[in-house]
């Protein structure tokens, strides 16, 4: 793909609702409780844009004065999955408004000396085929645990496949978009860039130790 192509691969919401409660999860001082809801509600936000292209079809209803046709979701064939822990965070904000969602999950945690990604959990549907996945995690940082989790989910051959964060640094988008040019990013922030220890900058810290209220 040209680097055109791939910008437009990247989906950077600007709703000023995102980037006003993204603002005070960047406060060091915001407590895990707030944290954590702020989190849950920006994620029903980003659910709004993530499933702007969803297809929908005219059913023949009555309302309490006429009948209509009226649009609803085609299919409605879709699965969340959350990679572990920190992606539980956008997972629930989103299920708020895909109640009916399947949910996946996929347990991955960073080596701290090569930041390479460690698989030690994985669980999705078993009708992948049939499913349009959003894959969440809160932060695309150095991008290995994004592309190890795609990679893998790729594995189930899904019939659609987005990939949803809070925050992502250019790092981390190059990287996933070498080795996933075909699946579009959605993201609150592109961030400045990482720091020697793989973090972004000026990011919002760990975003897992926020969400759950642990320090590393």
Do not use: W
């Not at 932060?139 to 990679?151: C, D, H, P, R």
């Not at 250019?170 to 959605?186: A, K, L, N, S």
């Not at 720091?195 to 320090?215: M, Q, S």
């Amino acid at each position: 793909m040209t680097t055109q192509t791939l910008a437009k691969q990247v989906h950077v919401i600007k709703h000023p609702l995102v980037q006003h409660k993204l603002t005070f999860m960047r406060k060091k001082e915001t407590s895990t409780s707030m944290f954590r809801s702020l989190l849950e509600e920006t994620s029903m936000l980003l659910a709004y844009e993530v499933t702007r292209d969803m297809p929908v079809e005219l059913v023949s209803i009555e309302t309490p004065m006429a009948p209509m046709k009226a649009p609803i979701l085609a299919g409605k064939k879709i699965v969340i999955v959350s990679i572990l822990r920190a992606g539980d965070g956008i997972k629930e904000g989103m299920l708020k408004i895909l109640p009916s969602a399947r949910v996946g999950h996929i347990g991955l945690y960073r080596d701290p000396k090569t930041l390479v990604p460690v698989e030690y959990y994985f669980k999705v549907p078993s009708d992948m085929e049939i499913r349009d996945t959003i894959v969440v995690d809160p932060m695309l940082a150095t991008g290995n645990s994004a592309v190890a989790a795609i990679e893998r989910v790729k594995s189930t051959n899904p019939k659609s496949l987005k990939f949803v964060c809070l925050l992502a640094s250019p790092e981390g988008i190059r990287g996933f978009h070498d080795h996933h040019p075909d699946v579009p990013i959605y993201t609150a922030s592109i961030d400045e860039r990482l720091n020697e220890k793989g973090y972004i900058l000026p990011g919002l810290g760990d975003a897992g130790d926020r969400v759950f209220g642990t320090k590393t």
